[in-house]
């Protein structure tokens, strides 16, 4: 009994720790004995170990630190502050940790006042010399052919160095420029101690002056905790000593402070010195004098050299020297905004860094990718160097500097500059979480929830780390891209665009006005544009310089002209060269008109047109423009998979192909007013209803081909939720249930492994990623939903629903109906559930009352955080749940009596209901209003965002967007919210009094 009381409390204590925030409550446990008596009853230190990032690594940590060094422990209860700062970083940095390991004594770094400190350069540059034992005097080691003693040395101290600023860094105790320029000046302390290193073995090195000019982030002093630190040397001979002897003296003094730091040793290496900024980068000789670089700079340098050139300092060797360099160089970086075609090769460059990016880590690339560092340093490079020849206040290193002395200039809006500071700091601060844990150089965003939520948690995100995170790190890269194309493409209007004969004599100034007075916010950039596709003597800039002048009143006439216009430049360097393309455009006006309707409202039509270009052909003809039956597109989608048989993912792509097509058919069809919001979700779930179907057939014949033998079961797909009801929108998941019914014959568990892996097959062809929209399928309101199997035999359901049904799931059956697969089955299943969802005597009152307490608790816990719940159209009040579900309820209680309710359409049984006396006619006129409105809603914010949400947004000009696209004026955003207002509050009091039994 004493054996299993003891298993209890262990189990009791683990589980307690695993609520704290451990992710192994008996790892920590057992470690947290290992601390000794003291360590497990020291509160203070459990929550400092449950505040860390991660829990777990800050424990392990500890624990290999304590075993090296116990009197830690007894140190952190007499200093709470050297416990937050040791904490924080051992929670944060398992490479932190391992250094503390192999050097216990670094922990007293962070003591008292000390660990609060900031490191003066100086003391960094003396601490680092005498490491390598070097005097800081004379920079002078002590004794030559130490070298690996010496690097290791140096190692050790940098990252003791480290640990103390990343622990201010951690604790809030140093400010991010703080952190950033201390970064910069140990790196610079860590070349001085290398060079010292070099000069050991070198003689020769008293015969030349060598100065390291720092580049990029080490000269801005804006370092990053692990990166390449980029350098340039300048070497001059002392008097008397010859320049070829004294270069070579200064190559081999380069080369050894470079090997100095890179190399790797017991302690590892400190980070790689890149020389490739030098002139000729490469392929030019690694140290040149003074001269040589002047006269490369002015005769032969690229551009790009230049805006490299902008962050040039002199960090260690001859610093008078590096001072002369810059000096000289700058004179020349603050005039070479005035060379030929400079605003062109910067944003050249900038296509070209992005371009190198992986397509498979674009989105989670925080410094290249778009949204990332590079887009707002390119920006604000771009702007001072455009600027700086005449604003010598803009001559900055620094990007935050130089950001705020653009803006306090006025050529960059303060809320412009705010967002920015913002993004770059954010971005920057997740760079060093990222870099801190392995000390490794790495700008990916992980996948893995345990980093996000170390991010998160390291950002000071406690309550939903990865989503705060996910859902920040998002907006903030977004923002900084729609500036970085605001700010970067402003200067790149050095020409007059060519418009067409009426306007060419328009100077630059009026083509930017005529275009503002249009309604183009970005005025500049579609006269870049517009260049674009008139430039030449061709036919075809001909016929677009016929075309334009018309088709920017019409972009004008859209929500958003830029983008409109944008689009169509995208469309026409597609198309541009196919023969019926512009010539459609000119002779069909109906056709260009709803082009430039389309491209100017819809990201997500645009986006499906972009890759689907052909599809313009449609627009031609109003016939094109009505959805296609049902067994059309069957047929189609059939015909494809039989044309892929055995290559079940060419069969899904070739039927996504198809469907992206028809899903533009019908964007195009519900924006220019040819369908209604009804027939658009039925035409959407019909579409999905074959793209499932399709799906299905290529997975059953790649599941019988793995197994080789025939697939022994029978498989249906039943259609749930919108997708049951008819009422898709484009943004919807495919909720449905998976049944089977082995064949006769056939071995129950050969058949519900087969069913298992068909099921599974399909949901990842669906949602397999690739240019076209996936398809998720969701099948999360099977019995026991995700806790249950993913499929069940026919006799299963049977079993389940006999036994353990309850109330919410006969009301999501009424929307249940086949989708694909075996229609038999399919038939089999609803006459099993019939019963069910429309039982004979109704539902009871306790069912009722459960249904409404499910209702209410919905309405108080899944709208989601900060959601405002007048404007969120399907859980807000008077939107589509609260129509739904009334609709449901009439359903449940009386579709057994009334043949007409039994339908899985929300407004049919609206109808019905009024049809049968259940529901007064004005009732069903606000519901069937406000269940319309909020389905609109939803679709334009996808058919406008290129991507589904629920809430009206707070953007105004999201919103402004969305109300366009629904047909209001474009100062009518106001009027629009205020309709939804108006008609979801008597939507709300229908329901407080049908649904509800409010008086």
């Known amino acids: 009994m004493s054996f299993v009381n003891a298993e209890s409390r262990m189990q009791t204590t683990a589980g307690r720790l695993a609520r704290l925030g451990f992710a192994d409550g008996a790892q920590a446990e057992r470690l947290l004995d290992a601390l000794g008596p003291e360590a497990v009853g020291d509160l203070d230190l459990l929550a400092a170990l449950v505040g860390a990032a991660e829990p777990d690594l ?267 360099y810059v000096a000289a160089v700058n004179e020349m970086v603050w005039q070479a905004a005035a060379r030929e075609n400079f605003v062109e090769d910067v944003q050249a460059m900038r296509r070209r860094v992005e371009a190198h990016v992986r397509a498979s880590e674009a989105e989670r690339q925080i410094k290249l990718g778009p949204g990332g560092l590079r887009d707002i340093e390119f920006a604000v490079q771009l702007l001072q160097l455009v600027h700086g020849r005449s604003d010598g206040l803009l001559r900055r290193r620094a990007t935050l500097p130089a950001l705020a002395a653009l803006s306090r200039g006025g050529y960059v809006g303060r809320d412009d500059t705010k967002a920015l500071a913002e993004a770059y700091v954010f971005l920057r601060k997740v760079e060093h979480l990222l870099q801190l844990h392995r000390l490794r150089r790495t700008h990916i965003v992980p996948e893995n929830v345990t980093d996000l939520r170390r991010i998160g948690r390291g950002l000071g995100m406690l309550i939903d780390p990865v989503g705060e995170f996910t859902t920040r790190w998002r907006r903030h890269a977004m923002e900084a891209r729609r500036l970085h194309e605001k700010l970067f493409y402003r200067p790149l209007l050095q020409a007059v665009a060519r418009l067409p004969e009426d306007e060419a004599r328009l100077s630059p100034a009026a083509a930017t006005a005529r275009l503002s007075a249009l309604g183009y916010a970005d005025p500049d950039g579609a006269l870049r544009h517009i260049a674009a596709l008139t430039s030449g003597v061709s036919r075809r800039a001909a016929i677009q310089r016929t075309l334009l002048p018309v088709m920017l009143g019409w972009f004008a006439d859209a929500p958003d002209p830029d983008a409109g216009l944008l689009g169509f430049r995208q469309i026409s360097d597609k198309l541009g060269a196919t023969p019926w393309y512009l010539r459609l455009l000119r002779d069909e006006t109906a056709a260009a008109e709803r082009l430039a309707r389309l491209l100017g409202t819809s990201r997500y ?174 099948p999360d309101l099977r019995p026991e939903g995700r806790q249950g199997p993913l499929v069940r035999s026919l006799s299963s359901y049977a079993a389940y629903y ?77 939107g589509l749940s609260d129509v739904e579900w009334l609709a449901q309820l009439i359903q449940l209680r009386h579709a057994y009596d009334v043949p007409e309710l039994r339908t899985t359409r929300t407004l049919e049984a609206l109808r019905a209901a009024v049809g049968a006396g259940l529901l007064a006619a004005t009732d069903e006129e606000v519901l069937a209003e406000a269940w319309r409105f909020a389905s609109q809603i939803r679709d334009a914010i996808v058919l406008v965002r290129g991507r589904a949400g629920d809430s009206i947004p707070v953007d105004v000009r999201e919103r402004m967007l969305i109300s366009r696209a629904l047909g209001y004026p474009p100062d009518g955003s106001e009027d629009f919210v205020e309709d939804y207002l108006r008609t979801t509050r008597r939507a709300r009091v229908v329901t407080e009094r049908v649904f509800y039994g409010a008086p």
């Open 58 to 324: 800050a424990l392990t940590s500890l624990t290999r630190l304590t075993e090296r060094d116990p009197s830690v422990l007894g140190a952190m209860r007499a200093d709470p502050g050297l416990r937050a700062r040791l904490i924080g970083v051992l929670g944060l940095s398992a490479a932190l940790g391992d250094h503390l390991a192999r050097h216990p004594e670094h922990w007293k770094l962070l003591e008292g006042e000390t660990g609060v400190q900031r490191t003066l350069r100086q003391e960094m540059r003396a601490e680092l010399l005498a490491a390598v034992g070097a005097d800081p005097a004379d920079a002078e080691p002590c004794a030559p052919g130490g070298d690996t003693e010496a690097m290791s040395a140096l190692r050790a101290a940098y990252r003791g160095r480290l640990l103390h600023l990343a622990a201010r860094d951690i604790t809030g105790a140093a400010s991010f420029s703080e952190v950033t320029s201390e970064l910069s000046d140990l790196a610079s302390a860590a070349l001085e101690a290398g060079l010292a290193i070099a000069r050991a073995d070198i003689p020769e090195s008293a015969d030349v002056r060598l100065a390291v000019i720092g580049m990029g982030k080490c000269g801005a002093r804006e370092l990053n905790y692990i990166s390449d630190v980029d350098v340039v040397f300048v070497a001059e001979p002392r008097d008397g000593v010859d320049e070829t002897k004294a270069l070579q003296a200064a190559t081999r003094l380069a080369q050894g402070m470079m090997r100095a730091c890179s190399t790797s040793t017991p302690e590892g290496s400190l980070w790689e010195v890149d020389a490739a900024l030098r002139p000729e980068g490469k392929a030019g000789p690694l140290v040149r004098t003074l001269a040589s670089h002047l006269t490369y700079y002015r005769r032969w340098a690229k551009t790009w050299e230049f805006q490299a050139l902008l962050k040039a300092r002199p960090v260690a060797g001859d610093l008078e020297l590096g001072g002369e």
């Open 605 to 778: 039509a645009t986006g499906l047109l972009l890759h689907s270009p052909d599809a313009v052909a449609m627009l031609g003809s109003d016939g094109e423009l009505v959805p296609r039956a049902k067994e059309a597109m069957a047929g189609e989608a059939g015909a494809l998979v039989g044309r892929h048989a055995g290559d079940a993912e060419a069969a899904v792509a070739a039927v996504r192909g198809m469907r992206r097509r028809e899903l533009l058919r019908i964007a195009i069809s519900g924006l220019v007013g040819r369908i209604d919001i009804e027939e658009v979700g039925q035409a959407l779930s019909e579409l999905n209803d074959v793209t499932i179907q399709a799906a299905l057939d290529a997975a059953i014949t790649k599941v019988s081909l793995e197994r080789r033998g025939d697939f022994p079961t029978r498989f249906a797909v039943i259609a749930m939720g919108r997708l049951g009801g008819y009422e898709c929108s484009y943004g919807s998941d495919a909720d449905v249930m998976f049944v089977h019914a082995p064949l006769e014959g056939a071995e129950e568990k050969a058949a519900t492994d087969a069913a298992h892996a068909v099921a599974n097959e399909l949901r990842r062809l669906l949602a397999r990623p690739t240019p076209d929209p996936p398809l998720h399928i969701d």
């Open 802 to 878: 006999r036994r353990w049904s309850s109330p919410w799931e006969s009301q999501a059956l009424l929307r249940a109906r086949f989708s694909a697969g075996d229609p038999g089955l399919g038939a089999e299943f609803m006459d099993l559930v019939q019963p069910l969802r429309h039982p004979p005597e109704g539902i009871g009152e306790a069912a009722v009352r459960e249904i409404r307490r499910l209702k209410a608790r919905m309405e108080a816990e899944r709208l989601p955080r900060g959601a405002d719940p007048l404007l969120h159209t399907k859980l807000g009040r008077g």
